[in-house]
């Protein structure tokens, strides 16, 4: 049974530091995508960032690029995602997906991931 656990949401004032962990079990990861996506109130999920976890290959929206770092450590079947420099728009329930990678495949899209987490609520205060 796949498993996908997200940790490490919590309320920060606006310029402020969190690292979401997503802690994978249960089947074999390396020829996966693991993606981040959020969810405001009253708004559609929304990608984040994803990373392959075979090489490691990283994408991000355009509105966490400079401020989000996605990575994964294999040994402990293990994504983070740092998050830098918070706006309360930020503010959503964030959530961990994972997809089998194909070539050439859009992983920007949540109807693409066939896991998910239950979510990891982050606020972020003005």
């Known amino acids: 049974q796949v498993q996908l656990v997200e940790s490490g949401g919590g309320l920060v004032q606006a310029g402020g530091s969190l690292r979401l962990s997503c802690a994978a079990s249960?089947?074999?990861?390396?020829?996966?995508?693991m993606g981040w996506f959020r969810q405001a109130p009253g708004k559609e999920r929304e990608f984040v960032a994803r990373i392959t976890w075979s090489a490691g290959n990283t994408y991000y929206a355009e509105s966490v690029k400079g401020r989000f770092s996605i990575s994964r450590d294999n040994a402990k079947n293990t994504v983070y995602m740092q998050m830098n420099s918070l706006k309360p728009e930020d503010t959503a329930v964030y959530y961990c997906a994972a997809a089998p990678e194909y070539k050439g495949r859009s992983y920007y899209y949540a109807g693409t991931y066939r896991y998910w987490g239950q979510g990891t609520q982050v606020t972020v205060s003005s």
């Open positions: 249960g089947r074999t990861f390396s020829m996966y995508v």
